[in-house]
């Protein structure tokens, strides 16, 4: 009978063991050189963008809402880590915070984007390889990395929006928000509009950022502005 009595003891005791059970692994992870806007909890923050992709040139990324312990991130550097993700005990943990902790082991690999160099003003000086006669009204790029959006003017309108991604040769833009004024000429913002939406890959030259289309085909040129 003592050993019955005992029993919703021992099983209750057992239960507590494996609530507080945490399970701890390894991963590895890229952390992308900026920031971004996120939502978290109960307001707006900024989050880190993580992939776990091998090379950071194919990299996809996500958004991190939880803090790495031990991490110092730099912005304009691109930094692989290696993280020990403990999964916590879900029936203390509140309900607005991450089930698992993460903790930084080591820093694997660090440099600097190389994307970071397209962070500036372009003037554009050829569309579809011909160049632009015109020395006013001239359509420009600005590329801000560490918001990771885009400015500018197709020579008559004005516009901004996201920019997606950017790898060491690829990058994609979002959807663009414009002005809708109507100039005298409208041959060099239309011409200059078509070829922007079918923008694809870059290559940056000195002082010059070339644009292609998924073609390979070069449909944009600009200069930087100084």
């Not at 992870?29 to 950071?56: I, M």
């Not at 500018?152 to 809708?180: D, E, H, L, P, V």
Request: glycine share 4%; net charge neutral; proline share 4%.
């Amino acid at each position: 009978m003592k050993l019955f009595n005992k029993l919703p003891i021992i099983l209750f005791a057992s239960f507590l063991s494996s609530c507080s059970a945490t399970k701890e692994t390894t991963a590895t992870y890229w952390v992308n050189s900026s920031k971004v806007n996120c939502d978290a909890g109960a307001g707006k923050t900024t989050c880190l963008q993580v992939s776990t992709t091998e090379h950071y040139d194919n990299a996809e990324w996500t958004n991190f809402y939880a803090p790495i312990e031990g991490f110092n991130f730099e912005p304009g550097y691109l930094q692989k880590i290696k993280v020990l993700e403990t999964t916590l005990n879900t029936q203390t943990t509140p309900a607005d915070a991450s089930s698992i902790s993460y903790k930084l082991i080591k820093v694997l690999e660090k440099k600097q984007d190389p994307k970071l160099a397209l962070h500036d003003i372009w003037a554009t000086t050829h569309i579809n390889e011909t160049p632009i006669e015109s020395t006013s009204n001239v359509p420009t790029l600005e590329i801000n990395t560490t918001e990771m959006r885009a400015y500018g003017t197709n020579g008559c309108n004005n516009y901004s929006g996201q920019i997606k991604n950017i790898t060491a040769n690829t990058i994609k833009f979002g959807a663009m928000a414009s002005t809708r004024k109507m100039c005298m000429d409208m041959t060099i913002p239309d011409r200059f509009d078509k070829a922007f939406n079918t923008v694809s890959t870059y290559k940056k030259d000195g002082l010059h950022l070339i644009l292609y289309n998924s073609t390979g085909d070069e449909v944009l040129r600009f200069k930087k502005v100084d």
